[in-house]
C-alpha cells in the first residue's frame, strides 16, 4: 500500500532527499525510520513502547534472573575473573540490566563483587531513563550506561535481547538469474519500491558465502548490518562469550520457498503488517535474523559458535536446577506465586515466546565452557 511523504516530518524528510538525490537503499530508508536523531522510533523516549511492543525483559524478571545464572556460570568458566565485564547492547531504559544486577546482588554475591555491567543504548532518551534503574548499582560501582560499546572488553560477555532484528536491512531480489535490490523511491508524492543494480558488492558475497542461491523472483532481506555489528563486538572482546537472544533462523530455513517474500515486518499497536511506507518513523520495523551469518561474523573475530536454542529450551535449563524458585519474590501471597507462574508460561511456552526466540552463543578463548542454558533438556 502506498503512502504519501506529507504523513509524518520524516516521510517529508526522506521524500525530499529522494527528490533531489534519486531512489534510496531500503537500508537508509530504515535507519531514518528507526534511528533518525529527532524523528527516528527508537530516539524517542519509550511513551509508546507498549502500544506497539514488549519484549521478554517486560514479562517478568525471571528472564533477567535466569540470564544473572548464566552469566554467573560463565565468570566462573573464565576462571573467577576479578572483574568480568557484561555489555549489555541496545539496552533501552534498562529494565533487563536491572534485573539482573539486583538479583546477582542478592543471590549471586561473589559474582556481583565481580561485575562490571555496562548498559549501552544509542537513545539519549532511553539512556537518560537508565540512571534511575541502575542508580544503586552505579554508585556502588557495578553499573554504567554507555552510548556505545566499550573499546575493549578484556573479559565478559555481550548481551543482546532484540537488537539485531532491529538493525536495517537491504533487500533484493532475484530477477532473470542476478541478484538486484530494491531501493526506496516516489512515485509522484508516494514512496514505492523501485529495483536496480545492487548498491554494494557485500551482498553478492553476504548469500554466496552462506551458500545461498534465492529462487527465481524470492525477495530477501540482507542484515549486512547486525553481522557488522556482531563481528566488531566480537573483536572488542578479549576473552569470554557473545550472548545473543532473538527471533532468527539458519540461512537454509531463512531464505526457503517459506519465505519468497523475505521477513520484514511493520508493527504498530502490536499488529504486523506489510506496509513499510506509512507512517515512516512511527512504526516498528524488523526482519528475522540469519544466526549462519552471524557465525560467519563471529568466526571472523575469533569466536565460534557454542550453541543456539530456543529460549524455551534455554529458561527451562537453567530454571529447572531449582524448580523455578527465582520466580518468587521474597514475602509474596499464594496469589503473587501463581501470577508469576502465569507470566513464566508466556515466556517458556510455544504459543508465548518460548519458540519464537533463540538463544545463540559464541565464545572467545574459552576452553569447553559449561553452560547450563545450552544443556539438552
Ligand atoms: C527492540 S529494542 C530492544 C530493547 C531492549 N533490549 C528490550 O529487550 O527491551 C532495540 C534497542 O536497541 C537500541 N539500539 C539500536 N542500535 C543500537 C546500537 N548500535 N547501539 C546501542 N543501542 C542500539 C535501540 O535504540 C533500542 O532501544
Known amino acids: 500500500m502506498p503512502s504519501s511523504p506529507s504523513q509524518t516530518p520524516l516521510a517529508a524528510i526522506l521524500a525530499a532527499r529522494i527528490r533531489e538525490r534519486g531512489p534510496i537503499t531500503f537500508a537508509d530508508y530504515m535507519a531514518a525510520c ?6 527516528g522510533y527508537y530516539s524517542r523516549a519509550e511513551s509508546r513502547r507498549f502500544a506497539d511492543y514488549y519484549t521478554s525483559v517486560d514479562v517478568h524478571p525471571i528472564f533477567g534472573r535466569l540470564l544473572a545464572r548464566q552469566l ?14 557484561v555489555v549489555e547492547a541496545g539496552a533501552g531504559v534498562g529494565r533487563l540490566a536491572a534485573h539482573i544486577l539486583d538479583f546477582a546482588a542478592r543471590a549471586l554475591p561473589e559474582f556481583y563483587a565481580a561485575l562490571c555491567y555496562t548498559a549501552v543504548e544509542q537513545s539519549a532518551a532511553r539512556r537518560a531513563a537508565q540512571a534511575a534503574a541502575l542508580s544503586a548499582h552505579s554508585a556502588a560501582g557495578h553499573g554504567e550506561s554507555s552510548e556505545t560499546l566499550p573499546a575493549a572488553i578484556p ?4 548481551l543482546s535481547n532484540e537488537l539485531l532484528d532491529a538493525l536495517p536491512v537491504h533487500r533484493v531480489l532475484r530477477e532473470r538469474g542476478a ?16 529495483v536496480g543494480p545492487l548498491s554494494t558488492s557485500a551482498l553478492d ?14 525477495q530477501a532481506e540482507a542484515g549486512l548490518a547486525a553481522a557488522a555489528w556482531l563481528e566488531d563486538a566480537a573483536r572488542r572482546l578479549g576473552r569470554g562469550f557473545l550472548l545473543t537472544i532473538d527471533y532468527g533462523r539458519e540461512a537454509r530455513e531463512l531464505y526457503d520457498e517459506r519465505h519468497l517474500r523475505g521477513t520484514l515486518l511493520a ?16 512504526q516498528d520495523l524488523t526482519a528475522h535474523v540469519n544466526f549462519t551469518a552471524f557465525d560467519l561474523a563471529a568466526a571472523r573475530a575469533g569466536c565460534a559458535r557454542a550453541g543456539l536454542v530456543s529460549q524455551f529450551s534455554f529458561l ?3 530454571g529447572k536446577a531449582n524448580e523455578f524458585a527465582d520466580l518468587y519474590d521474597e514475602g509474596q501471597t499464594e496469589a503473587g506465586h501463581v501470577r508469576a507462574r502465569l507470566l513464566l508460561k508466556t515466556l517458556i511456552f510455544s504459543e508465548g515466546m518460548g519458540e519464537t526466540f533463540s538463544v545463540l552463543i559464541h565464545t572467545k578463548d574459552v576452553a569447553n565452557p559449561s553452560l547450563t542454558g545450552l544443556a539438552p533438556l
Open 179 to 194: 541478484l538486484r535490490e530494491i531501493y526506496v523511491g516516489l512515485n509522484g508524492d508516494v514512496f514505492c519500491e523501485q
Open 155 to 158: 573479559v565478559g560477555c555481550i
Open 34 to 39: 528507526l534511528y533518525h536523531p529527532e524523528h
Open 72 to 85: 554467573a556460570e560463565m565468570w566462573e568458566g573464565c576462571g573467577r575473573p576479578a572483574k568480568f565485564a
Open 267 to 282: 508493527y504498530t499497536r502490536h499488529r504486523a503488517g506489510e506496509d513499510f511506507f506509512a507512517a515512516p518513523g512511527e
Open 205 to 218: 558475497k553476504y548469500f554466496a558465502e552462506q551458500g545461498i542461491a534465492l529462487l527465481e523472483g524470492q
Open 316 to 318: 527451562l535449563a537453567l
